[in-house]
């Protein structure tokens, strides 16, 4: 039996390859807005922590909060321009995700189209052989 044949396997790998990277590309975006948002997350409660001790007219506490805020506000930023690019990264994964999908679901069909031919060649083969015995037993049949 030959042996299956893809003429396009290096464009697929080339495309998981791609689509690996991408995907790699989509997972660091998305720790480093996880990041951000956690950074977020403890400056809102230290500026909880500030109010509450705000109370008590405690200039540190003003100072404090003046500073935690400035620090929110660039991670706020920093937090946009990362969403921005995981977005951007999640594009690109989609699409070559997508890319490789389509060629594997070429690769598949071409694949069962030639387990197919080969299955019929097979049965030719199995008929030919069926056929050429069954004519020798008529023709020994006959000389007896």
Request: net charge positive.
């Amino acid at each position: 039996m030959r042996r299956f044949r893809f003429p396009l396997e290096r464009l697929e790998r080339l495309r998981h390859h791609h689509e690996k990277i991408a995907r790699r590309q989509f997972a660091d975006r998305l720790a480093v807005v996880t990041a951000i948002e956690a950074d977020l997350a403890v400056i809102d409660a230290n500026l909880e922590v500030c109010r509450s001790e705000d109370r008590r007219a405690n200039s540190l506490g003003e100072a404090l909060q003046f500073g935690l805020l400035s620090s929110r506000r660039k991670l706020e930023q920093k937090l946009a321009q990362a969403e921005t690019e995981l977005e951007a990264a999640r594009v690109q994964f989609a699409e070559r995700r997508r890319d490789s999908k389509t060629l594997n679901n070429l690769h598949e069909r071409r694949l069962e189209a030639w387990r197919a031919e080969v299955a019929r060649e097979e049965q030719a083969e199995l008929d030919e052989v069926a056929r050429i015995r069954f004519s020798a037993n008529q023709r020994e049949e006959a000389t007896r």
